[in-house]
C-alpha cells in the first residue's frame, strides 16, 4: 500500500495541466497562485477530496473560493463552514461581493439569510444540525469546505467537525483547511479512510518572511543572527548577554558602587507602540491575555498623547464610526463609553477582545483592515478567527490564565498569534516582537519560534443528542461502527499499535517459558501455582504482623509520661532516653515524643524507631523550670539519670519476634506441595526459576492487555455507556428512539438531557416569558470564574423555584451518569439568570450591565453573546417542545422580548 505522500506525488506527475474551471478562476485574482494553491485545485478538478495544512495568512481560503467556483460550474451547491459567527460573516460579504446576494446565503445562530442558495456560508454547528435532521437543504450538495478545520481538537466543540467529516454523504468531496500541523499526513489518512480519495497537501512556507525581535526596554534586538531559525546556538549574543546580566543581578552578584549595571524593566504599552512607530512596523496587533489589560493599553496611549493617524484619517474615521453605529440607541452608546472609544480610533488606537460590544468589534476590524487604526490590543481570539492581518505582532507575556493556572504559551499558540504578522501583497516581511521581562529566557522564545507546528489531537467523545441521532438514523450496530471511523478512535487506535507489537512478544516469550519449566514428572505449573500461593500467603501474614506491632508499639508510645526512661533498640537514636515530651498530635499523626538522649542531644523520635512496644525503664523528676537548650541543664539531668540507674544490668533490648501461629492455608499448601510429583524431581529447582519467571511476565502482559484494552474501542464503550443512560430514562427503547428521544434529539446544546429532563418534567409550563428566560439562561451560561463561590441574584418566585428544581435535577442525572460509569452533564450555572430576566422585562442596557453577574459589571460583548446563545436555544426549545403545549409558546415570546437593542443588531441587515 502506498504513502499518503508516494500518492500524492504520483498525482502530482500526472496532473500537469490546468482543467476549464481552473483556468477561469485563475483570471479572478490580480496575483499568482502559488504551487500549493494550484495543486489543491488540481486535486479538486480531477475530483479528490483535499486536505490543506499550511501556515496562517498563506492563502489557504483561495483553495476554498476554488470549490465555490467549482460547485457553481457544475450547476452544485457549495457549503463553506467556518468556527465562529465573525468569520461566517465576513465570508458572506466577501463572496457577495464576487457572486452577489442572490447566489449567497448565510446560515448561523443569528442570521439566516437566502438559505436555498447554491453557496450557503454557516457555521460548523448548523450543518451538523441539518445532517441530523436530513434536510432537504442538502440535496445537490457536491461540495463543503471546512475552513479552520484544526478546530476539531477543541475541547468543547471539536466533535461537531468529526461528526460532519463522518456523516456527510459520500458523493460530497471535502475541502479541509487547516494551520500548519505536524501530523497532516495522519490526519489526511484518516479523511481519506472515511471520505475516500483525499490528497494531503502542507506547505510550510511563509508567503511573507517573519522576523522575530525581543524588546529590551527601548531597544528591538533580532532574535536570531542569522536566517537558520531552528538553530538555538545562532540565538542574539547581546540578548544571551542581558539574560545572564539579569540572572547575574538577580542573584545579587552584580558589580557594586557606579558601574554596576541597571536591571532591564519592561517598556510601557505607550512606549512599544512608539518604538514600532518610529521603526515602521506599524500597524500591529499587540496581544494582551487579559480584557482589561487591552483597554487599559488603549488608555495608556491616550493618556500619552499618541496619535498615528492624519487629519483625512480622522475624518474618514469618524464618519465610518457613525454610519457603523447609527442603528444603536444613544442611552446605549453613552453606556458603553463611545465617545471615548471613537476618540480612540480616531486617534488610530483600539482594543479588541469578546467583552466588547459585537458592532464595535466590527467597526474595530473594518477600520484596521482599511489600514485606518494602526495599534491594536487584542485577547488571542482574534488570532482563531477573522482575517485581519498586521505588519507586525508584539506578545507582552510568554504566559496566560487559562482559566485554572498561568500555563506557558505552547509553539501552536505562539505560531497562531505571530502568523498574523505580514500582509500579503503589502508586506515585505512581516516582525514577532516579544517584549522583554524580567526572568525571560532567549533559549524558550527561541524554541517557541523555532517550533511552528504542534499535532492535532482529537476531542471527540459521544454525547446524548448524538446517540439517538445516531440510533435513529442507522441503529445501535451501525452507529458503533460510524463512531468507530472517528479520528479519536483512529488515533487511539494508531497508539496500541505500538502496545500490541509488545504485548505479542510478551506472549511469545511466556510459551517459550512455559516450556523451560515443563517437567516430565507432572504438571509444574500447577506446582509452581502452589509454591506461589505459599509464598503469597506467608507474605501476607508477616505483613498483618508487622502492622500488628506498629499498632502496638503505637499504642504504648501515647502512654508515655515527661520523665519516663526508656531504651530506643535501635538506629541512630539507639540507647537510654529520658522523656521531655510525649508529643501527642491531635491530627492523628505520630505521637512524636521529644527526648533526651544519654549523648546528652534533644531529638524528636518517631513511630518507626521502635519496631516493638516500649516500656518505661524508670521514671526520673524533670525539673520544673528545664531548659532543653542549655547545655548545662540538658548534662545535669544525664547525670541524674546515670546515678540513678547506676550499675543496675538492663538486660539486652527487645527485639521482634514472629511468633508465628500456623495458619491453616499454610499447612495444607505444604502438604499439597509435598505430595505433588514434581516436587520429588532431580531439576525443581531449576523448572521453578523459569516458573518464576514466567509469572512475573505473565504480571506484565496482563498490565499490558489491559493498557491495550483500555484504547481498543473505546468510543463505542462510551456510546454503550451513553445508550445506558438512555435506556434508563427512556429516551431509547433497545434499538427503536421513543417520542421523548426524538424531542432529545432536537436540543443541539451542551446540557442536552437536562433540557430535555426539564421539558418532559414540565419544570418551565408554569413560567412567563421572562421567568423562563432566565431558567434557560441556567443552561447556556458558563461563568468566567469556575471557582466563583458568590451566590447569584436570581429572580424570586416561580422562577426561583424552577431553578432550585432544575439543580436538583442535575444532581439525580448526574448520580445516574455516575452508576453507569460517565460524567458527561456539568452543573447549571445559575450566574446570568438575573440579567436575563431583567433584559426580557424591558430593563436599561445600563441597568443590567451594571447589576452584572455574580456582583461584577457584565462586559456588553459578554451580554450580547449570552442572550443570543440563550435565544438559540429558547428557539430549539420552542421547535422540540409538542405543539400547543405552553413552553412552545412562551418560549417564542421569550425570544421576542430578548431581541431588542443591542442585542437585536446584525452586521447583515
Known sequence: MTTPAERYAAFREKLGNDGLALKSFRGLYDFTLDDFQLDACRALEAGDGVLVAAPTGSGKTVVGEFAVHLALEQGQKCFYTTPIKALSNQKYNDLVKRYGTAKVGLLTGDNSVNGDAPIVVMTTEVLRNMLYAGSATLGGLGFVVMDEVHYLADRFRGAVWEEVIIHLPESVRLVALSATVSNAEEFGEWIGEVRGDTTVIVDEHRPVPLWQHMMVGNRIYDL?????????????????????????????????G?????????????????????????????FIFSRAGC???????????????????????????????????????????????????????????????????????????????????????????????ARSVVIEKLDKWNGEMHADLTPGEYTQLTGRAGRRGIDVEGHAVVVWQPGMDPVAVAGLAG???????????????????????????RAKTLLEASFAQFQADRAVVGLAKQLRKHEEALEGYQEAMTCHLGDFPAYAELRRRLSDRETELSKQRGASRRAAATRSLESLKPGDVIRVPGGRRAGLAIVLDPGLNPRGHGPNPLVLTIGKQVKKLDPADF???????????????????????????????????GDRDLGKPPRARDHAVEDDEILELRRQIRQHPCHGCDER???????????????????????????????????DKVCGVLDQLGYLDGETVTD?????????????LLTAECLRGGLWDELDPAELAACVSALVFESRQADDAR?????????????????????????????????????PDLGFAWAAFRWAKGHTLDAVLTDGVNGSELAAGDFVRWVKQLMDLLGQLSNAAPNGSKVKQTAGKAMDSLRRGVVAYSSLT
Open 611 to 645: 519496631p516493638v512496644p516500649v516500656e518505661p525503664l524508670e521514671k526520673l523528676r524533670i525539673p520544673k523550670n528545664f531548659n532543653s537548650r542549655s547545655p548545662k541543664e540538658r548534662a545535669n539531668l544525664v547525670s541524674t539519670l546515670l546515678a540513678k540507674i
Open 295 to 389: 483597554d487599559a493599553a488603549v488608555m495608556a496611549c491616550l493618556f500619552a498623547g499618541i496619535r498615528l493617524t492624519t487629519e483625512r484619517e480622522q475624518h474618514e474615521i469618524r464618519q465610518i464610526v457613525d454610519e457603523r453605529t447609527a442603528h444603536l440607541p444613544d442611552e446605549d452608546l453613552a453606556v458603553l463609553g463611545y465617545l471615548e472609544w471613537r476618540d480612540c480610533l480616531e486617534r488610530g488606537l483600539a482594543a479588541h477582545h469578546a467583552g466588547m460590544l459585537p458592532a464595535f468589534k466590527e467597526v474595530v476590524e473594518e477600520l484596521f483592515t482599511r489600514g485606518l487604526v494602526k495599534a491594536v490590543f487584542a485577547t488571542e481570539t482574534l488570532a482563531l478567527g477573522i482575517n485581519m492581518p
Open 740 to 752: 421523548e428521544g426524538r424531542r432529545l434529539g432536537r436540543l443541539y446544546t451542551e446540557l442536552d
Open 224 to 256: 536570531f543572527v542569522t536566517e537558520d531559525f531552528d538553530q538555538s546556538g545562532h540565538i542574539n549574543p547581546a540578548l544571551m548577554r542581558i539574560a545572564r546580566d539579569e540572572e547575574r543581578l538577580a542573584g545579587g552578584r552584580g558589580r557594586r
Open 791 to 827: 451566590r447569584p441574584k436570581i429572580p424570586a418566585g416561580r422562577a426561583q423555584e424552577a431553578l432550585t428544581a432544575m439543580v436538583r435535577l442535575w444532581g439525580e442525572l448526574e448520580g445516574i451518569e455516575q452508576d453507569n460509569g460517565l460524567s458527561i452533564i456539568r452543573e
Open 451 to 477: 517550533t511552528r507546528t504542534y499535532p492535532l489531537r482529537s476531542s471527540f467523545q459521544p454525547s446524548y443528542n448524538m446517540a439517538v441521532n445516531l440510533v435513529g438514523q442507522f441503529g445501535r450496530e
Open 685 to 719: 529447582e531449576d523448572h521453578a526459576r523459569w516458573a518464576e519467571r514466567y509469572y512475573k511476565l505473565l504480571r506484565e502482559t496482563e498490565g499490558l492487555r489491559r493498557r491495550v484494552e483500555s484504547r481498543s474501542h473505546v468510543i463505542s464503550r462510551t456510546f
Open 258 to 286: 557606579y558601574g554596576r549595571p541597571q536591571r532591564s524593566r519592561p517598556p510601557d504599552r505607550a512606549a512599544v507602540i512608539d518604538k514600532l512607530d518610529s521603526e515602521g512596523l506599524l500597524p500591529a496587533i499587540t
